[in-house]
T-cell receptor
Framework: RKEVEQDPGPFNVPEGATVAFNCTYSNSASQSFFWYRQDCRKEPKLLMSVYSSGNEDGRFTAQLNRASQYISLLIRDSKLSDSATYLCVVKKAAGNKLTFGGGTRVLVKP | EAEVAQSPRYKITEKSQAVAFWCDPISGHATLYWYRQILGQGPELLVQFQDESVVDDSQLPKDRFSAERLKGVDSTLKIQPAELGDSAMYLC??????????????????FGPGTRLTVL
């Protein structure tokens, strides 16, 4: 079993709609959680950190459920520019090593 | 804006040949990471340096892969001999710190554009 699992998608989303997807992690020692965004053939870039209380950054909302060991990302009012692969990332307490999920591909269409 | 530099951007080689990739991290970043990303998968850490020292190379296939960061600045990743299964994107990342400080602190990793390797 992979340490971080994601639905690979693609999620086909009409422009302006809301899309949400989850990621599950298996290691309960995971301490910090992030969503990275990766455009086609580009490098990953940090989208947002995920806090225990949930957090919002503009149209993006991230949630963490430690009991069930999953995190989620919700995108409201989807834009064509939101089309990308969203990578779920976890970090253990010690060190700065990141473990990436396989990514969820989102395609926003007019 | 400071960026992580990588070269070459693309590399095509035949199996059994040697290849080398170069990375120049953001100035002042003590920690450097090499990742491999196979198409359709997330990046997987190969090796992590803190200054010139290797702090994690548990996922590096040491029979054919080697990495060095001699002066604690730029780094080279080498594959010898290359195999068909090595075809992937090789990403370099850097961060300000990595192994010290409070456990919950995350020093953001900034990625370079990657080197896309194709082994024929």
């Amino acid at each position: 079993r992979k340490e971080v699992e994601q639905d690979p998608g693609p999620f086909n989303v009409p422009e302006g709609a809301t899309v949400a997807f989850n990621c599950t992690y298996s290691n309960s020692a995971s301490q910090s959680f992030f969503w990275y965004r990766q455009d086609c053939r580009k490098e990953p870039k940090l989208l947002m950190s995920v806090y225990s209380s949930g957090n919002e950054d503009g149209r993006f909302t991230a949630q963490l459920n430690r009991a069930s060991q999953y995190i989620s990302l919700l995108i409201r009012d989807s834009k064509l520019s939101d089309s990308a692969t969203y990578l779920c990332v976890v970090k253990k307490a010690a060190g700065n090593k990141l473990t990436f999920g396989g990514g969820t591909r989102v395609l926003v269409k007019p | 804006e400071a960026e992580v530099a990588q070269s070459p951007r693309y590399k095509i080689t035949e199996k059994s040949q040697a290849v080398a990739f170069w990375c120049d991290p953001i100035s002042g970043h003590a920690t450097l990471y090499w990742y491999r990303q196979i198409l359709g998968q997330g990046p997987e850490l190969l090796v992590q340096f803190q200054d010139e020292s290797v702090v994690d190379d548990s996922q590096l296939p040491k029979d054919r892969f080697s990495a060095e960061r001699l002066k604690g600045v730029d780094s080279t990743l080498k594959i010898q001999p290359a195999e068909l299964g090595d075809s992937a994107m090789y990403l370099c990342a850097s961060s300000l710190g990595g192994t010290g400080g409070p456990a919950t602190i995350y020093n953001e990793q900034f990625f370079g554009p990657g080197t896309r390797l194709t082994v024929l």
